[in-house]
């Protein structure tokens, strides 16, 4: 069977995005906080953090899924920084822990929201008057608190451990990406053509959210909620049988 040129290019990219997010961390944080959307919502302001959360959410149900993820994301960059260490698969079957999570903190924000009599005014930089999440030096507890985490997670669990298990902005892509499948939207996705697969299951291998890829080529179904569109797959697999399509 012919070799397809892969292409590394891609994965340097990729890679690059996620250093330079991890680099900014310190800027970007509050912007991101489960807390400060809490701590907001008792006060009846939409912050920065809840705006984000709705752009990840329509973003994913208007066209890239949870590519935020794979390319752009400082704790799942956080979480690759961790491969050379620890890069045993993760048990997927773990994956209800963020939900159980993400639903008590949902209801949470609700909750906070409705006591202060719905949101009635906006703040985008809540608690973040400078625009630097990081401006003084308590701020690192919080910080460094957040990065132990997800290193523990991912040393412990496995490959993006803590993506898997308490990753507070995965739920809303999901479920953004679903509503899309229902309503048959255009999308960029993962096609496969099965019929050139060899079982090398070198894009198994190279899944960072531990996915069984070479079952989804077989199965004829890309589709995984899990998956980050990162594009491993489609760059390891030496005979060109992934491809990146946009497709309903």
Not at 157 to 182: D, E, Q, V
Request: charge should be positive; charged fraction near 10%.
């Amino acid at each position: 069977m012919t070799q397809v040129k892969q292409n590394p290019f891609r994965q340097r990219i990729r890679k690059s995005v996620l250093l330079l997010s991890l680099l900014l961390f310190p800027v970007t944080m509050n912007y991101l906080s489960p807390y400060l959307i809490i701590d907001s919502a008792a006060q009846g302001i939409v912050n920065a953090s809840l705006v984000v959360f709705v752009l990840l959410f329509l973003l994913a149900f208007a066209f890239v899924g949870r590519a935020w993820c794979g390319w752009v994301c400082p704790a799942g960059a956080l979480s690759e920084v961790c491969f050379p260490i620890q890069n045993k698969p993760f048990n997927n079957r773990l994956n209800w822990i963020k939900w159980v999570i993400w639903g008590i903190w949902l209801a949470a924000i609700v909750f906070m929201a409705l006591s202060a009599g719905g949101y009635q005014t906006i703040d985008l930089l809540y608690k973040t008057e400078s625009g630097i999440s990081i401006s003084e030096p308590f701020m690192y507890i919080t910080y460094y608190f957040v990065l132990g985490t997800f290193i523990i997670l991912s040393l412990t669990l496995g490959k993006r451990g803590g993506c898997h298990t308490i990753c507070w902005m995965a739920p809303f892509m999901i479920i953004g990406r679903r509503c899309s499948n229902l309503l048959h939207l255009p999308g960029l996705r993962l096609k496969a053509e099965t019929d050139a697969c060899t079982a090398c299951q070198r894009c198994t291998t190279a899944c960072p959210m531990s996915l069984e890829v070479h079952h989804m080529v077989e199965n004829h179904d890309m589709e995984n909620g899990e998956c980050i569109l990162c594009g491993n797959c489609v760059d390891a697999c030496p005979h060109g049988v992934i491809h990146y399509r946009v497709t309903p």
